[in-house]
């Protein structure tokens, strides 16, 4: 079974400060991917970041960077740069190939974002 | 244009009623899926569907039946609607179906069930 655990509910961050959030999973597959989701108050689920397990070099996209560790099955999203429109709740989620791929996701951590 | 659109965006029922919530990607995907997030925000996927055959079903009452009429769309019909149906249901596709790709999702249909 895949669990993903997402342990800060609410983060704070003032606009143009960096903020990290913690994800860890659990799978004993080799194959595997990790994704980070962000939902803005519209509802709207965006992808954010994709991490392929097999590749050793942590993904980047713009101002969203993960921290990979795969020995501790560490997954985590940092923020550089805040900005207003940053603020959303964030969704840890792995897939793996037993589970077809399945999306399971965390329990998400809001994240508001300070002027 | 819009990737994957649902609609309606909003229903507000009664209890015991039947509704349907549509769903239509133009994205030329294979796979489609449909989501619950409760009310903790927590997201489980229901359905899977493959060029409209079905791949996924989680442990889902039998209320709930999707309907595939062609690989773009993917309607999620629920009968006999209760309290606890309440809760924002989201439809995604991707590429591809028994691989990791990306999935894209619409925008979501909050249902109320008073």
């Known amino acids: 079974a895949q669990t993903v655990t997402q342990s800060q509910p609410e983060m704070s961050v003032q606009e143009a400060e960096t903020v990290t959030l913690s994800c860890t999973y659990d799978?004993?597959?080799?194959?595997?991917?990790l994704f980070w989701y962000k939902q803005p108050p519209s509802r709207q689920m965006i992808l954010v970041i994709r991490q392929e397990a097999y590749k050793q070099q942590n993904a980047t996209e713009n101002r969203f960077s993960v921290n990979f560790q795969k020995a501790a099955k560490s997954f985590s999203l940092k923020i550089s740069d805040s900005q207003l429109g940053d603020t959303a709740m964030y969704f840890c989620a792995s897939a793996v190939r037993s589970n077809d791929y399945k999306l399971s996701f965390g329990a998400g951590t809001t994240v508001t974002v300070r002027a | 244009d819009t990737a994957v659109s649902q609609t309606p965006k909003y229903l507000v029922t009664q209890m015991g009623n039947d509704k349907s919530i549509k769903c239509e990607q133009n994205l030329g995907h294979d796979t489609m899926y449909w989501y619950k997030q409760d009310s903790k925000k927590f997201l489980k996927i229901m359905f899977s569907?493959?060029?409209?055959?079905?791949?996924i079903n989680e442990t889902v009452p039998n209320r709930f039946s999707p309907k595939s009429p062609d690989k773009a769309h993917l309607n999620l019909h629920i009968n006999s609607l209760e309290l606890g149906d309440s809760a924002v249901y989201f439809c995604?596709?991707?590429?591809?179906?028994?691989?990791?790709?990306?999935?894209?999702f619409g925008p979501g249909t909050r249902l109320t069930v008073l």
């Open positions: 569907y493959n060029n409209k055959e079905l791949i």
């Open positions: 995604a596709s991707s590429s591809r179906q028994g691989v990791a790709d990306t999935q894209y």
């Open positions: 799978t004993s597959e080799s194959n595997y991917y």
